[in-house]
């Protein structure tokens, strides 16, 4: 099965809501990581309950969200403009930063409502590719 359709299967099937300690957009994230790669990005970390109990983890992991996700997963990240499908995809606007998963021309990642939203890859500052 093509990377692609695995991803689509994840996406019909992630539908656990948010939550700040247990199912945010990195929880979001490690599982399509886990599930491609055999590592969890998350796999030690504490729980963040509240967003500022998440901030306060990123800043040990390294400063910046994107910081941490290459301390966790390993990988150096690239420009998003070389992003595959299925490459884990790091999303900054003003003050909101994100991860999710580059779907090709847009990136999917999960609300604070639980809903998966698709953007422009425009928005993505870089990736991180998967092997």
């Known amino acids: 099965m ?3 359709a695995r991803l689509q299967r994840y996406l019909e099937q992630e539908r656990a809501g948010f939550d700040w300690g247990v199912a ?3 929880h979001f994230v490690a599982g399509w990581f ?4 055999g590592h969890d990005p998350m796999l ?5 309950p509240t967003p500022e109990a998440a901030r306060n983890l990123v800043k040990v992991l390294g400063g910046s969200l994107a910081e941490a996700w290459t301390g966790q997963t390993g990988i150096e990240p690239v ?3 070389l992003a595959h499908v299925g490459d884990v995809v790091y999303v900054r606007v003003l003050d909101f930063e994100a991860v ?3 779907k090709g021309r847009t990136a999917c990642l999960v ?7 698709e953007i422009g890859m425009h928005k993505a500052v870089c990736a991180w590719r998967l092997p």
């Not at 886990?34 to 790669?37: A, G, H, N, R």
């Not at 030690?44 to 963040?48: A, C, I, R």
């Not at 609300?111 to 939203?117: A, F, K, M, Q, V």
Request: hydrophobic share 30%; net charge neutral.
């Open 111 to 117: 609300t604070e409502r639980g809903t998966l939203l």
């Open 100 to 102: 999710g998963i580059c």
């Open 2 to 4: 093509s990377r692609a």
């Open 44 to 48: 030690g970390l504490p729980s963040t």
């Open 24 to 26: 945010n957009c990195c």
């Open 79 to 81: 420009a998003a403009t």
């Open 34 to 37: 886990l599930s491609e790669t």
